[in-house]
């Protein structure tokens, strides 16, 4: 999976603040709860326990991608032709404006920033293409006109 060292970084981050503090005080908040007799009725109980149980799928999904991630720096990005970590400007075949399109890993993507996944639609259609070639996607036929380093 790809990613930015910022976002690896706020990645890390993330998953300490949930094992050493979120996670802890989610257990004792359930602890504190069954302290107090009869969890079938108990609210307290239930949601500390649905809290945990998100908190600890969390952790685990971010333990998962932090072990598949491949760090990219998309200054050292050969823009021959489109890869993870370039912007591609493309020119619509029916005449319009030219659109840019990042391409990044998926904690990166802001479609309405013109990001996007390296798993989406619109970056597999444009992985491996170089200036002047043709793709379809998102109902149009677009051009590449340049291939940069996202920025």
Do not use: C
């Amino acid at each position: 999976m790809p990613a930015l060292a910022s976002t690896v970084t706020r990645l890390q981050e993330e998953l300490r603040n949930l094992l050493e503090k979120e996670i802890p005080a989610t257990l004792r908040a359930i602890q504190e709860a069954r302290s107090h007799g009869d969890l079938t009725e108990n609210f307290e109980y239930h949601a500390a326990r649905a809290r945990q149980e998100y908190l600890s799928a969390r952790a685990s999904d971010l333990q998962g991608d932090l072990g598949r991630v491949r760090v990219i720096d998309p200054a050292t990005v050969d823009t021959s032709r489109v890869r993870v970590g370039a912007r591609v400007w493309l020119e619509p075949r029916a005449g319009g404006a030219r659109r840019a399109v990042t391409i990044l890993g998926p904690y990166e993507a802001d479609p309405e920033k013109g990001i996007v996944s390296h798993g989406s639609e619109a970056a597999q259609a444009l992985l491996e293409k170089t200036p002047g070639e043709t793709v379809r996607f998102d109902g149009g036929t677009w051009t590449v006109a340049a291939v940069e380093r996202a920025g």
